[in-house]
């Protein structure tokens, strides 16, 4: 590199030639990715558990994201290192396959890495790391099979599936109204489940949320809302036994398809336009009270004068109501969507028990509550609270708690939070390491203190003496033989966590560690990293 200057006297630098870049390969590029995917893991190792702190996050037009959720922090985050976005995907799919332990499954990926480094460092072949990280973790998963309890709950017995909610919830912002929420959550995910299938469509559950009011105000709706209010003011605000015409065609006269000219040069043209209009806007409220509908839900808008004749006919409308809404409508009150005023008949009609119209503050914001529908299967969870970004947060918590009690609902089996799953999980593969003859028993053990860096992590950031209290609660493990025991992060007085009620899905402790094994295998075999402009 070097610096030269125009006739102008203007600096500027002339660059090495490009066949004279050196790329990074073997061992070199090993510790830069490495050293990459450790970076991501340290901005969220300080995330982690009930006191973990948040991140705030500034989009480039200047939104702002304050969260703790680590799908969210990474999906925001502008990174540009290939080994940095993998580290991304690893936290997206977590999310998407469990919803929970975004956080903890990066957290445990970077000291995988960590303790991947000192073997390399040691001269051990990255092919023999990945092989023993891959006998370890197979031990860790079929170790937690050992040490999972199976959870009974049931429609009459859902004190379970709340706990297990809470303590997803207890490392949010939201955690004040934990109990609350979690209820909500579990409430809702029972109303869409199918017990006997194991089976909950998540799709069923809206969550909106709206400024105002206390976090203490969000609750359940047995129904939809939507965000809209009727179309005429005169209208009523409340309407019972509401019988549904859900529309996909407009309140307006048909338009030509090619381009047309209408010349009206006298009075009566005129009138006999405005007659030929008022009839086609007659003949569809005419079909709409034909078929006995009492509400109408329109996708597109109407003028004023089909508006005015709706409520001079006693029809009350609501317009511009989205698509993914119309469905959901739908499929809440057992409708059909109509394309086509002609092909309306009662069959079609949706039914709800209670349609009414609910302001909101000084504002006077207005909604529209479609509740007791015929197919009660379809609920609403609706967040209020004091600013945006809070009811941001909330729904993202919202839908961790969602996907645990899912997660549940699929497969009742549980293990114990806190690091005591971690911690059961690295004795465990300690002990079975000497069955292993092979360079593999280093990386075998080098698992063990990746494992052992999750309850780290949660003691230190609760404000506890890491490495102590490590050593306590595995000293009491193996002395007790029991796997309840983990970080006490609450200050609670008990190490126990089956007293604290602090528990994790089976699934989702497994999917951690098998996903986690997956991309650190992936990032230790990638010797070369090669550009756009080395070839």
């Known amino acids: 590199m070097a610096l030269s200057f125009d006739e102008y006297g203007r600096p500027f630098i002339i660059l090495k030639e490009q066949e004279q870049k050196t790329r990074l390969s073997g061992l070199e590029a090993q510790k830069a990715n490495i050293s990459a995917g450790r970076a991501v893991s340290r901005i969220l190792r300080t995330s982690l558990g009930p006191k973990g702190m948040d991140k705030m996050l500034q989009s480039p037009d200047g939104d702002v994201t304050i969260t703790n959720d680590g799908a969210t922090i990474l999906e925001q985050m502008d990174v540009d290192n290939q080994i940095a976005k993998l580290m991304v995907e690893l936290s997206r799919s977590q999310d998407y396959e469990i919803g929970d332990g975004t956080t903890g499954v990066v957290v445990m990926a ?6 991947a480094e000192r073997l390399l460092e040691r001269g051990i072949h990255p092919i023999r790391i990945a092989e023993g990280y891959e006998m370890a973790s197979r031990i860790a998963v079929e170790h ?5 309890q199976k959870f009974d709950f049931g429609p009459t017995n859902i004190e379970p599936l709340v706990q297990t909610c809470m303590t997803t919830l207890s490392s949010k912002i939201v955690n004040r109204c934990k109990r609350a929420l979690a209820e909500i959550s579990v409430k809702a995910v029972l109303s869409v489940a199918d017990l006997e299938r194991k089976d909950v469509n998540l799709d069923l559950i809206k ?3 709206k400024v105002g009011g206390k976090l203490e105000d969000t609750e359940l709706i047995y129904g939809i809302t939507v965000d809209k209010d009727m179309s005429h003011p005169q209208m009523p605000k409340q309407i019972e036994d509401a019988k549904i015409a859900i529309l996909t065609c407009p309140f307006e006269p048909p338009k030509p398809k090619t381009k047309h000219k209408v010349d009206i040069d006298t009075v009566e043209k005129f009138q006999t336009l405005r007659q030929q209009e ?4 007659n003949d569809m409220v005419q079909k709409c009270k034909d078929v006995g509908a009492s509400l109408v839900i329109c996708q597109w808008g109407f003028d004023d004068e089909a508006n005015h004749l709706l409520m001079h006919q006693n029809l009350p409308a609501v317009r511009w109501v989205g698509g993914v809404e119309l469905e959901l409508i739908a499929i809440a009150t057992g409708g059909r969507i109509v394309p086509r005023f002609q092909e309306l008949t009662p069959e079609k009609l949706g039914r709800a028990g209670l349609v009414r119209e609910k302001s909101f503050g000084t504002t006077k914001d207005k909604m529209l509550y479609i509740e007791h529908c015929a197919n009660s299967r379809a609920v609403t969870i609706f967040i209020r609270g004091g600013n ?11 839908h961790d708690a969602l996907c645990v009690a899912r997660n549940l609902i699929r497969n009742n089996f549980i293990v114990y939070g806190g690091g005591a799953a971690e911690i059961s999980c690295s004795i465990a593969v300690e002990a079975a390491a000497d069955k292993y003859p092979g360079v593999e028993q280093y990386a075998i053990r080098a698992f063990v203190d990746a494992l052992d860096a999750v309850p780290v992590a949660l003691a230190e950031n609760s404000g506890l003496q890491p490495i102590e209290t490590l050593s306590a609660v595995k000293s009491q493990q193996i002395k007790e033989n029991n796997p309840h025991f983990g970080i006490d992060c609450n200050d609670v007085g008990t190490n126990d966590m089956c007293e604290q009620n602090v528990f994790e899905t089976l699934i989702g402790k497994q ?3 098998l996903l986690a094994t997956q991309v650190v295998k992936m990032i230790l075999k990638i010797d070369d990293v090669i550009s756009p402009s080395d070839y």
Do not use: H
């Open 388 to 398: 945006k970004m809070m009811i941001e947060e909330t729904k993202r918590s919202i």
């Open 511 to 513: 999917q951690q560690i």
């Open 110 to 115: 970077g000291a995988l890495l960590e303790q």
């Open 207 to 209: 969550v909106e949320g």
């Open 278 to 281: 008022q009839k086609y806007f």
């Open 144 to 148: 937690l099979e050992r040490i999972a």
